[in-house]
């Protein structure tokens, strides 16, 4: 049985960082593409990140305008983690946070969560003073 599990969330003041873990159990992730998306109270689900399988041990990372500069995605193919290191984080951060895997999400299709199979319960992740 695939399983994702998030860990790494909390409450964070305003410019404060996080790490965000994702351990992946149930199959080989090495080929396939995870993610990050996010979905913070009465809005839609949206994508942050993504580290999608570019051959051998290589991923390649994407990241949505709002993040960008400010998150790093990184994957651990030998332990089958995903990570997101959350740096100079604002209120508007403010969201549960989902890791998701899928095998048809490759880089063109990484921001769409339609193209993942498998996904975490989530982390909530609160930015505040």
Not at 20 to 47: I, Y
Not at 87 to 114: F, H, M, V, W
């Amino acid at each position: 049985q695939v399983q994702l599990v998030e860990s790494g969330g909390g409450l964070v003041q305003p410019g404060g960082s996080l790490r965000l873990s994702c351990a992946a159990s149930g199959r080989t992730f090495s080929k396939v593409g995870m993610g990050w998306f996010r979905q913070a109270p009465g809005k839609e689900r949206e994508f942050v990140a993504a580290a999608t399988w570019a051959g051998g041990s290589i991923y390649s990372a994407d990241y949505a305008d709002s993040v960008e500069g400010r998150f790093t995605v990184s994957r651990d193919y030998a332990k089958n983690t995903m990570s997101l290191q959350m740096n100079s984080l604002k209120p508007e951060d403010t969201a549960d946070y989902y890791c998701a895997a899928g095998i048809q999400a490759s880089r063109a299709r990484a921001q769409l969560s339609s193209a993942y199979d498998y996904w975490g319960q989530g982390t909530q992740v609160t930015v505040s003073s």
